[in-house]
């Protein structure tokens, strides 16, 4: 009986039940931060040659890691279409909305049209692949945000709809009042990382694997700190060595191949900006983890042994 085969799945994830093929490693936008057009396509032409074909950006983005504003990341996304328009067919693109700096969080169904139009405008695109709503907006019914997903994708604006920081129980609300309108929810976006474990304890997962939804784990490197060792319990950094040791590869490269064995097939949504990095991150697909392994990052990461 073999009980310690290799958990890390590295093949192309597919998007709900829609059938649309993405890396099981993404490029995220969050500090997409440049105003060097030049370097940017290249940057992004980089990611696609790696297979992170998911782009995932937000119109929020830019207002942090020097970036120019609310916005700023989607228009220098834009500005990259817009001069090699031949990448947009390559990439799955992905945006969000749903926060207004100083509110919050806001899903009106009018301001979600309005915030996604805008979106297209800065993106440069006449459809956004996915759509997700940032933040939950707890005083917006579920079946308004439904009735404006739906009314986007009827337009075809937006091809899915999707999550991001949500909870279990909204998944499934949200989920159900968009069966009514024959839509299904293709993605959820928590944070999850060796030392974020709270996705896979608190039912995050779970409700992914129920629903047949797509879970992306956003900051799978903890803002980098899993790749710097810097505010990572010593025995977490010592397992994350270990293993980087025998597998030839760098302890951030372990950090994604630990989301990538879970087995609700996560898509790992990493924002590093260089190329070099992105290549070295690639190599996560094709790491070896056993039971073993994850468990012992994880009791690492707690602090403390499993029961």
């Given at each position: 009986?073999?009980?310690?085969?290799?958990l890390v799945n590295g093949e192309q994830r597919e998007l709900g039940a829609l059938g649309t093929k993405v890396g099981a490693v993404s490029f995220g936008c969050w500090r997409f931060?440049?105003?060097?057009?030049?370097?940017?396509?290249?940057?992004?032409?980089?990611?696609?040659?790696?297979?992170?074909n998911l782009v995932d950006t937000a119109d929020v983005y830019g207002l942090d890691w020097g970036g120019s504003g609310f916005g700023a990341n989607e228009t220098a996304l834009g500005d990259v279409l817009r001069g090699t328009p031949s990448l947009r067919d390559r990439m799955v693109l992905a945006t969000k909305v749903g926060i207004v700096p100083g509110v919050p969080y806001v899903s009106d169904p009018a301001y979600l049209v309005q915030a996604t139009e805008a979106s297209l405008q800065r993106l440069g695109t006449d459809h956004v692949d996915l759509l997700q709503v940032h933040r939950p907006?707890?005083?917006?019914?579920?079946?308004?945000?439904?009735?404006?997903?739906a009314g986007l994708c009827e337009r075809g604006l937006v091809r899915s709809v999707g999550v991001s920081n949500h909870t279990p129980a909204q998944v499934r609300t949200l989920a159900a009042h968009l069966a009514q309108r024959g839509l299904s929810l293709a993605t959820s976006q928590p944070e999850f990382s060796a030392l974020r474990l709270n996705a896979m304890r608190d039912g995050s997962f779970d409700i992914c694997m129920e629903l047949g939804v797509t879970p992306m784990a956003w900051s799978p490197l903890s803002g980098g700190r899993l790749a710097t060792g810097h505010n990572v319990p010593k025995a977490l950094n010592a397992v994350l060595r270990q293993l980087a040791s025998r597998e030839g590869v760098s302890p951030a490269v372990i950090a994604v191949a630990f989301v990538l064995a879970?087995?609700?097939?996560?898509?790992?949504?990493?924002?590093?900006?260089?190329?070099?990095r992105l290549t070295e991150l690639a190599r996560a697909r094709t790491v070896h983890l056993d039971r073993t392994d994850v468990y012992a990052i994880i009791q690492a990461s707690d602090g403390a042994s499993l029961p």
């Open positions: 009986m073999t009980i310690q085969g290799n931060t440049g105003s060097d057009v030049q370097a940017d396509t290249a940057l992004i032409e980089h990611a696609l040659d790696l297979g992170m907006d707890p005083f917006t019914h579920p079946s308004l945000v439904a009735e404006a997903l879970h087995p609700a097939r996560l898509v790992a949504v990493v924002g590093s900006q260089n190329p070099e």
